[in-house]
């Protein structure tokens, strides 16, 4: 439309962060670790348009922000035994609003990842240079994802939520010879998926002498999620 044009623009960003950590110790056996992260950011961008010899002006933005806190519970019960609880939660949340003045089309999206994660692990000492550590982890993630057009008019919602249960163990070494061994196992169980999963992993550092060492790292590590997949593009 050649009465259409876009005759000026502007943008704004803003960002905060913020964290908070505490360390409490029961007993000299004993303590109890907690932590609070935070991060937003969001922009916004004003266009004026006009649109058949009248201006017009809308605002977009988009809008991210993180929040995540954890809780933990060590417990030394003897010398060669001691054990962990874990426990965390991260909340992920993009919030956006489109608006393209010369076709009227308004565009919503929001966008919502939850992960809870608990965790429980006990290591053994076998000598001064030799432990072995062995655990559990459960995590449940839940993806919701939202979109509103205007124009043509269409609306989705869709929800997921995927499980994983993990079995972990892990032998670490510290040799004589300033060198370092760690080698492990992890079987991971995808229910969304019915998937197992087996997850190798290989660690080895030493000093050669001097200012340099030698770090050789091998390992399998995998992340799994779920998309519904809307539009072509997508």
């Known amino acids: 439309d050649p009465s259409s044009q876009v005759i000026n623009s502007d943008e704004k960003f803003s960002f905060y962060d913020f964290s908070f950590n505490a360390t409490y110790k029961l007993s000299s056996t004993a303590g109890i670790k907690g932590g609070v992260l935070g991060l937003d950011n969001g922009i916004s961008y004003e ?3 006009l649109v058949s010899n009248r201006v017009e002006s809308k605002v977009s933005n988009l809008d ?3 929040i995540a806190g ?7 019960w ?3 035994l001691k054990t962990k609880l874990y426990s965390s939660i991260m909340d992920y949340r993009q919030e ?3 608006f393209d003045v010369l076709t009227g089309q308004e565009h919503i999206l929001d966008n919502e990842v939850l992960e809870e994660t608990i965790r429980a692990e006990g290591s053994y000492f076998l000598n001064d240079t030799w432990d072995v550590a062995v655990g559990i982890q459960l995590v449940e993630t839940g993806i919701r994802n939202f979109r509103d057009i205007n124009l043509p008019a269409f609306r989705s919602l869709s929800k997921e939520v995927l499980r994983t249960s993990s079995l972990y163990m892990e032998g670490n070494a510290q040799l004589q010879t300033h060198t370092t ?5 992890r079987a991971n169980y995808f229910d969304k998926l019915d998937q197992y999963r087996i997850e190798p992993r290989l660690a080895m550092s030493t000093r050669l002498g001097g200012s340099f060492s030698l770090e050789v790292l091998a390992e399998t590590k995998s992340q799994t999620t779920v998309q519904v997949v809307d539009f072509q593009t997508d």
């Open 70 to 76: 954890y809780l933990s519970y060590d417990q030394r």
């Open 47 to 49: 266009e004026s348009d």
């Open 64 to 66: 991210q922000g993180t």
């Open 96 to 98: 956006s609003v489109n």
């Open 78 to 80: 003897s010398d060669r």
């Open 181 to 185: 061994i760690a080698a492990g196992i």
